[in-house]
Structures are given as C-alpha cells and as structure tokens.
C-alpha cells in the first residue's frame, strides 16, 4: 500500500509540477531577465526562447503585459507567480527607455517605422543583449503598442543574425549589422 506521499509522487500531474518547479529553478534568472527588458522597454508581451542545447526543445519564458509569466519546458506550460522572483538578479539590465506607443508609427504596407531618434536601437539592443545572455540558439522577441492599436510592433533578435521586425501580417529585416 502507498503512502500518501508516495501516492502523490506517482500522480501525472505532481510529476508534471515538478518537473516545472525543477525548470523554475533552473531559468530563474532568465524570468527575471525577460522581466527586466519587458519592463525598462515598456513592451506589451517579451518572449524568450533558451537554447538547452543539442536535439533538446527550447524552454519558453513568456512575461505579457500586466506581468503575466508562464514557463514552457518540454511541453508543459506553467504560470509563475513573479513574487518568487522578487530577489533574483536579471542578467540583463538594459539601459533603454519605454516607449509609449504614441511615439511609435508604423506602415506595413511598406515597412517603414518612425519613433525618436535612437529608440527603436535601443530597445532592438536590449532584444539582442537578453538571447546573448542565455547564449546558444537562445531568440528573444518583443512586442509594442503603436499609434495603431491593431498593428503591434515585434522584433525578433538572436545575436549574429539581422533583427526582424514583423507589423501585422507583414515581416523585414533590418539591414546587417543593426542596431
């Protein structure tokens, strides 16, 4: 006969919540990374995708607005309450500012965006600064409000590969070697 610890062990989903806790343990500083850049960047959703290396899948740390986190890790999706992270240093303290989507304009028909000088390179320096921090294959993405409502900006950044912007349905590169 189990014992009730025992029989909680063997139960899918206390092994699921482990294997999640184990995970949160793990990427602790990747949450408050992700964090930190969504926040100094004033971003509506950042999105960081951490390379494990080899055939393995990337963990997926995920903060949306209103500091909403979920952790993804081998196909299990868990929230993380971001009090649990309150003393964990990021590896990544970006020197940006927000940028309030009124500042920023967008055309996908032709791909061109307006904001203050410097902005857009600094917030895609900030994109690129948090995938190196996690290093292999690692990819961040964030995405912004525009004067738009319905055309949010995103970025996409890996270190050594052009910076992506996607606005609506519509994708560019940056030319090679920005920000």
Same mark, same amino acid.
């Given at each position: 006969?189990?014992?009730?610890?025992?029989?909680?062990?063997?139960?899918?989903?206390?092994?699921?919540?482990?294997?999640?806790?184990?995970?949160?343990?793990?990427?602790?500083?990747?949450?408050?990374?992700?964090? &930190?850049?969504?926040?100094?960047?004033?971003?509506?959703?950042?999105?960081?995708?951490?390379?494990?290396?080899?055939?393995?899948?990337?963990?997926?740390?995920?903060?949306?607005?209103?500091?909403?986190?979920?952790?993804? &890790?081998?196909? $299990?999706? &868990?929230?993380?309450?971001?009090?649990?992270?309150?003393? $964990? @240093?990021?590896? @990544?303290? !970006?020197? $940006?500012?927000?940028? !309030?989507?009124?500042?920023?304009?967008?055309? !996908?028909?032709?791909?061109?965006?307006?904001? !203050?000088?410097?902005?857009?390179?600094?917030?895609?320096?900030?994109?690129?600064?948090?995938?190196?921090?996690?290093?292999?294959?690692?990819?961040?993405?964030? *995405?912004?409000?525009?004067?738009?409502? &319905?055309?949010?900006?995103?970025?996409?950044?890996?270190?050594?590969?052009?910076?992506?912007?996607?606005?609506?349905? *519509?994708?560019?590169?940056?030319?090679?070697?920005?920000?």
């Amino acid at each position: 006969m189990f014992e009730p610890a025992v029989a909680a062990a063997h139960d899918g989903r206390a092994a699921r919540t482990g294997r999640v806790t184990h995970a949160l343990g793990r990427h602790a500083v990747a949450l408050a990374s992700v964090r &930190e850049v969504a926040a100094r960047a004033g971003a509506q959703r950042v999105v960081l995708l951490v390379d494990e290396g080899g055939d393995t899948p990337p963990t997926m740390v995920e903060w949306a607005e209103g500091g909403t986190f979920e952790l993804t &890790e081998a196909g $299990v999706t &868990e929230p993380v309450d971001p009090a649990r992270l309150a003393s $964990v @240093v990021p590896a @990544v303290l !970006p020197d $940006v500012r927000p940028l !309030p989507p009124t500042a920023l304009t967008v055309d !996908p028909e032709t791909g061109e965006l307006a904001a !203050p000088i410097g902005a857009l390179a600094g917030i895609a320096e900030a994109i690129v600064a948090l995938a190196a921090a996690f290093g292999g294959r690692s990819v961040a993405t964030a *995405e912004f409000a525009t004067r738009e409502p &319905e055309l949010p900006l995103a970025l996409a950044a890996r270190p050594g590969d052009r910076v992506v912007a996607q606005i609506g349905t *519509e994708t560019f590169a940056f030319p090679e070697g920005w920000p």
